[in-house]
T-cell receptor, first 108, second 114 residues
Framework: KNEVEQSPQNLTAQEGEFITINCSYS?????LHWLQQHPGGGIVSLFM?????KKHGRLIATINIQEKHSSLHITASHPRDSAVYIC??????????WGAGTKLIIKP | EAGVTQFPSHSVIEKGQTVTLRCDPI?????LYWYRRVMGKEIKFLLH????????ESGMPNNRFLAERTGGTYSTLKVQPAELEDSGVYFC????????????FGEGSRLTVL
């Protein structure tokens, strides 16, 4: 069992739908990162969380430290949001432990 | 301001050859990290530099991999001799602060070993 589990692995939705991607982890963390990777592209950091909630445009990230769970939400999804979304947690040694990623496809 | 840059973007070599990947972090970022994704698996940590010193190299798979960061600026990751299982994408990231510092990633260097 991976220390960082993401769900779903794949998600296809229609433009405009509200998207939720979940991340559960089993280790103690100092921070949690949500990252985005476009096909053939590099990795972009979306959020870094250690508690609570952050919002950037149509993206919202929440974390519940007690439940060891985080969610990434996309409101009013658009085809350009299609990408792989990765959850990664920084452990006590500040190493990143990566989830497998969620492949999101938004259809017009 | 330039972001994290990696070179080459793609390298194709034969088994047994040597390849050197380079990462230029954002200027002023003391922390530099190397990660890799192989065979469609999760991205894994390789090592962490603070300036020119190796803070943590516990993720380096074996002694065929050598990372350096002379002068605390750019870093190189050399694979010698390369094996088939080394094929994958090697990512570099930098941050100003360790720990809860925000990470900035390069585009990655894709390595194909034939």
């Amino acid at each position: 069992k991976n220390e960082v589990e993401q769900s779903p692995q794949n998600l296809t939705a229609q433009e405009g739908e509200f998207i939720t991607i979940n991340c559960s982890y089993s280790v103690g963390i100092s921070a949690l990162h949500w990252l985005q990777q476009h096909p053939g592209g590099g990795i972009v950091s979306l959020f870094m969380l250690s508690s609570g909630k952050k919002k950037h445009g149509r993206l919202i990230a929440t974390i519940n430290i007690q439940e060891k769970h985080s969610s990434l939400h996309i409101t009013a999804s658009h085809p350009r949001d299609s990408a792989v979304y990765i959850c990664a947690v920084a452990d006590s040694n500040y190493q990143l432990i990566w989830g497998a990623g969620t492949k999101l496809i938004i259809k017009p | 301001e330039a972001g994290v840059t990696q070179f080459p973007s793609h390298s194709v070599i034969e088994k047994g050859q040597t390849v050197t990947l380079r990462c230029d972090p954002i200027s002023g970022h003391d922390n530099l990290y190397w990660y890799r994704r192989v065979m469609g698996k999760e991205i894994k940590f390789l090592l962490h530099f603070v300036k020119e010193s190796k803070q943590d190299e516990s993720g380096m798979p074996n002694n065929r991999f050598l990372a350096e960061r002379t002068g605390g600026t750019y870093s190189t990751l050399k694979v010698q001799p390369a094996e088939l299982e080394d094929s994958g994408v090697y990512f570099c990231a930098s941050s100003q602060r360790q720990g809860i510092g925000e990470l900035f990633f390069g585009e990655g260097s894709r390595l194909t070993v034939l």
